[in-house]
């Protein structure tokens, strides 16, 4: 039973991996060079606001579940391992490459955060009055793209990293020698 629960939480984890960092790709290398291709700008913004709406549920979802399963993996790491309680988490390289992680982790949750409740809103606004015939900055919708592009490009490379930290740690060969 408790081999079939770690698998399920692994899976879970992975499943969550797959929903978070399967909309970072397509939304950067699919949907915003597809979607400069649509001439009539409101189509375009409001098919934006769609996907990126959709994509942020589709993401939360999979985030959960990497928090949730995430959670039962490192609260059991010892047992499975078989470390018992005299060894410091921090005296293994396991506990480094988690706490880098988890470091990491939180680095790109206040960069996504950032992205979807100030960057990506601020540039929708402004692609959707420039549609409506407002005159709009042409330098801050050119500022805001390259922003919101970098973020996207960061927290990716970031999440790739946490991403091969997170095989590192299920090396028992590797991550739990003694530092």
């Known amino acids: 039973m408790e081999n079939g629960i770690r698998i399920l939480m692994v899976w ?3 499943l969550g991996v797959a929903l978070w960092v399967g909309p970072q790709f397509f939304l950067a290398f699919a949907w915003v060079p597809a979607s400069r291709g649509i001439a009539d700008v409101p189509t375009r913004v409001k098919a934006m606001r769609t996907i990126t ?6 993401g939360g979802v999979g985030l959960g579940l990497i928090l949730i399963a995430g959670t039962y993996l490192i609260s059991t790491w010892r047992d499975y391992w078989g470390v018992g ?3 410091g988490f921090l005296d293994l390289r396991y506990g480094w490459i988690f706490t880098i ?3 990491l982790l939180l680095v790109m949750l206040v960069l996504v955060g950032f992205h979807i409740f100030s960057i990506g809103p601020r540039q929708l606004d402004l692609l959707e009055r420039q549609a409506n015939g407002e005159r709009v900055s042409e330098e801050e919708l050119a500022r805001l793209r390259r922003l919101s592009m970098t973020l996207s490009m960061l927290t990716l490379l970031i999440t790739l990293a946490i991403m091969a930290l997170g095989v590192t740690l299920s090396v028992g060969e ?6």
């Open 85 to 87: 309680d005299e060894v």
């Open 53 to 58: 709406r959709r994509f942020g549920y589709i």
């Open 12 to 14: 879970l984890h992975v």
């Open 101 to 103: 992680k988890m470091a």
């Open 174 to 179: 590797y991550s739990l020698q003694e530092m």
